[in-house]
């Protein structure tokens, strides 16, 4: 009986070590993103290549944590990494700005919790290349066929220049620039760091800038669920790639050390 017992007792405390161990396996940083011409792109093999991709495995390394890419809805971040799906926002995350929650206009750092900054970016206005001097101040955009990703910080710009039934939402940005090209839409209000990359461009070439309005300055970080204790772990990670160089190699391989830029404070 006594041998029962010990046995059983063995049993139970491998179960428990077991379990153990299988949290300290899980491992792996899962990062949302939404496809991002240099930034994040997923190749035929699977394989994922871009500036932030690069980013996060650098991360990943000093952090020594594994790192995963989950192509994610970005109207659902929020949801996302709230829910554990994801372990955080990766992905052009504008985050001096604000997404309207149950209708109320609220700022995305009360939402999650965001790492230091590290690039400099402004939402611009896409058009066809034909219609840019039809396009000189904001007021030439009210009453016009917008397209924007949803929950983005375009999708708020747009909110204030032309009417709700004007703006049609996209999963991705990049799809936005397929929706003026077709002429679904007159404009769409995307990131300046994308739309350089694909404006004038391949299938493109018949889309511009237009330079006439300028939009704010905003500020990319990575955003995570409130409290979580991977902020403070990744800004380590972040400043440690800033002062060995690393950073600035990726920016400049993928075309970004002009707006390459940590600072601490987001706002």
Do not use: H
């Not at 397209?147 to 220049?161: I, K, Q």
């Not at 940005?173 to 003026?180: G, L, P, R, Y």
């Not at 409290?227 to 160089?245: D, H, Q, R």
């Amino acid at each position: 009986m006594k041998k029962i017992l010990a046995l059983t007792l063995v049993a139970i405390m491998c179960v428990f070590c077991f379990a153990g161990c299988a949290e300290k396996e899980d491992n792996v940083l899962t990062c949302g993103v939404t496809i991002f011409e240099n930034m994040n792109e997923q190749l035929e093999d699977g394989t994922w290549t871009g500036f932030e991709t690069e980013f996060a495995q650098e991360v990943g390394k000093l952090i020594g944590m594994d790192v995963e890419f989950q192509i994610i809805d970005w109207s659902q971040k929020y949801n996302e990494v709230n829910s554990g799906a994801i372990d955080c926002i990766w992905n052009g995350f504008t985050a001096n700005s604000t997404d309207k929650i149950n209708g109320v206009e609220t700022k995305r750092s009360d939402l999650v919790d965001f790492s230091y900054g590290y690039m400099l970016n402004q939402q611009c206005i896409v058009t066809k290349a034909d219609n840019v001097a039809n396009i000189t101040t904001e007021a030439d955009l009210d009453g016009k066929k917008a397209c924007v990703e949803g929950g983005s910080a375009g999708a708020s710009y747009a909110a204030g220049v032309t009417a709700e039934e004007n703006i049609f939402t996209t999963t991705a940005q990049i799809n936005a620039f397929t929706e003026v090209k077709s002429g679904a839409v007159d404009f769409a209000v995307v990131d300046i760091i994308l739309a350089k990359n694909i404006c004038g461009q391949g299938d493109y070439a018949d889309l511009a800038i237009v330079e006439a309005i300028e939009l704010d300055s905003e500020i990319y970080a990575i955003g995570f669920k409130t409290g979580s204790e991977l902020t403070a772990k990744v800004n380590e990670a972040i400043k440690t790639l800033e002062a060995n160089g690393k950073l600035m190699e990726l920016a400049t391989k993928y075309g970004f050390e002009n707006v390459l830029q940590v600072t601490e404070t987001i706002e």
